[in-house]
């Protein structure tokens, strides 16, 4: 975060070094934090090292306070340079809160799911004199619910969905504003409109007991020209009343009356007597978390293509992008009129509206992603703030005739910073990686999504397969930081990692179901999701050489290593003939959704009455496999952090698991034990196979590869590691091939038909061109932009955090250039490589602090610093 304002914890610190120069690496660095008043509370000295990412701040920090940061860099050409920053302080302690809950005292009706049957939002407000000219104002505010705070009038900050989307009876953020320039000497009012959010949503409020009644909790401190500060702080003298907002859903969709708008009532003088007093009530502060990471914003926006009459006669706005959000719809209805906008990622195959939510009683109860609007008769604008929809397509009712130019689509998602950027002379490629940039962008709200129409749910999985491309397209490390930590949150007492974080709404429930047909005790996990506790933050580590979430991290991680190993030992199969030496150190009980979404078995979507079965023919691998990559990568992690007893440890236990899947589970002609891609994909990419099996394994996997028609067949768990391990087997032809196969199920077969982003299994539509009922939104199979950056663009990353790479683009004659760049933390790389007659050129810029190797197609090696670069030859 740059700058933060507001921080609950002790900050580490990161910056980059820019020159003109030639092979410059920071020699010394030395880092200052002061209070305003000079006083230095963190001087590091001169320190001899090139090191200049996430270093941790040492000293003491006081609430509320604001710090200076000095960095000073020294290279080794003789250049010094400066740079300053700032943070600031929240609460640090639970007695800094003098702010008490105010709750609602209007009567709320229990929500279920669907349209229109949630409560309705609720008014907040205080107001206040200010005596003296304000110097400095800050507010510190959360609620049950979802909320919008107003100072006179004004917002502070543009966010959709404060206080965010965590397991709240833990870990409930709050939210911290620069209002300084909001409040006026005089009479002021601070004022908060809540919607149930997800705390009160069917589909995803806390695993816990609610009263049901929205509730805020802000403090604002202003401190006057003269020094002096003055709280206005919540509590029973807050009024409340209702709102214009009828009811809303982030699954089912905004209902909104502006006829009940109350003109003037977030401004200081508006008449509230007839407002009822909130009670006050004491829910703690133990749970109170200052907000890590940036908040939803509209990151973009999307103008209506086009706008025409379905067959069946209805309005259909077509955005001609897929994406996560809520329109801007200019009004001008009739008082008392009533406009509804219904959402959809795509349309039948006669181009009629089409909800394609799995399970309409199920999964997707509730999901009908309406927004409704009754006129109040004035011009203006409707923009839903407490709801948000996965869509392409949005049909109107209610209007005699849709006006294009009246409907822009905001795009919603966390705000980050750009990280990467590709381009080619291939538009079927480019538009793939817009597909997963655009997926990425839907599903990075507030926590990393499945889909955004549908379930909208942490699924652990999908980060797990997901994390490096992430990564290596925005900076997520504060946003993946605090999912971590709700990941953390919701851990059992087990170790066991829940399948989605939050673990929330109905999925307990369903876990609870899951345990009952394994017999498993504590929350329901799975192979290749719960792992996510450890892939997560170790792909982290790897993108940015970040250690510092590996020590936050680092007791979850063992816990979840410590179950794992637990399991393998304790629980056996019920046929087994394996010796207890292999028995024991083989993850093969419990629920697995194996690979999931495997292609060849999924062609007609979710094969739901099938799916035990079909699940059992890849977690057989799936379960072994992964639990060993979470045990050896714990190991590496332990090694990382100096903490040798359990590196040994837990270096042993997984060398055991390795020669349990060697000897119990890889069948002795050198096969597995289910002729499935994965099977051998994922023993190949995790080095498994031994020496004897590995010409058989690569025969293997390369039959299956034709026998699919050498299309891809690999699931969520499979597909990361397809394309690397095709190169694993000196088979960069077939990588090659598999990523430009044009034929259903591939990448590219869905950029052929249209996708606009990542669908959740290639089989979106049927050969009659019907669509399905899976997610056209998900971003899992997108993690090959992982192998596209590091193969196409030829950015290798040789050390963690990419301060030594290797640039080697695989050269194909499927392009005849490439450029792409990735922002590493220690600047832009950046590679542009033509191939025209048989003339090869290769231009690199590398930043400050990177050592680099270039290879050429002919075989040079060019070793490197810091600079931009230029080389020629011919093939
Ligand atoms: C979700 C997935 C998830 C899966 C688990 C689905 O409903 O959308 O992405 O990982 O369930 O099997």
Known sequence: MRNPLGIDRKPYFSWK?????????QKTYQILVREKDGTVIMDSGTVKSDENTFIPFLGELRSRTSYEVSIKVEDNKGNGSQVDGLFETAMLEEKDWEAHW???SLKYRKRKPGFGLQSGSTLFRKEFMVKKPVKKARLYATCHGAYEVYLNGDRPDERFFAPEHTVYEKYLCYQTYDVTDLIEEGNNVIAMEVADGWYYCPQAKPNMKTDGKHAVLFQLEITSEDGETERVVSGKNVKVSEGAVLSADLYAGEYYNANLEKEGWNKAGYDDTKWLFCEEKSYGYHNLI???GEPVK???????????RSPKGEWIIDFGQNMAGVLRVRTDLPKGSTMSLEHCEVLDKEGNFFNNIMGAGGVGKGCDQKDVYISNGKEGFFEPRFTYHGFRYVRVMGLEEVRKEDFTALVLSSEKENNGSFDTSDELINRLYQ??????????????????QREKAGWTGDMLVYAKTAMLNEDCTAFFSRWLENMSCDQDKYGKIPMVVPNNGNYPLTGI????????????TSSGWGDAAIAVPYSMYEVTGNKEILKQQYLTMKKWADYIIKTAASKKPKKTQLPAEIENYLWDTGYHYGEWLIPSQNKNGLDLKNLKNIMATSSCYTAPIFGYYSVSTFAKIASLLGKMDDQRKYAQIADRMKNAIQKGIMNEDGSMPSELMGAYVLSIYFDLVPEKYKESFKKHLMKIYEANGRCMDTGFLGTPYLLDAMSLIHEDEAALELLWQKKVPSWLSEVLQGATTIWENCFGYDQDGNPGSLSFNHYAFGCVLDWVYRNLSGIRPMEAGYKQVEIRPLLTDRLSFCHSSYESMQGTIDVKWENKDKHYVLKATI???TKACIVLPDGTKHNVGSGSYEYHCSI
């Open 17 to 25: 070094l820019k020159s003109e120069e030639k092979d410059v690496f």
């Open 102 to 104: 105010a709750v609602s």
């Open 290 to 292: 200052a907000q890590f």
């Open 298 to 308: 509209v990151v973009k926006t999307v103008e209506a293509e086009n706008v025409t």
């Open 435 to 452: 597909n997963i940039r655009w997926s990425q962008t839907s599903n990075m709200l507030s926590i990393p999504t499945d889909c955004p």
């Open 513 to 524: 179901f899951i345990n009952l047909t394994s017999g498993e005790k504590g929350v329901a």
């Open 847 to 849: 930043p400050c602090n």
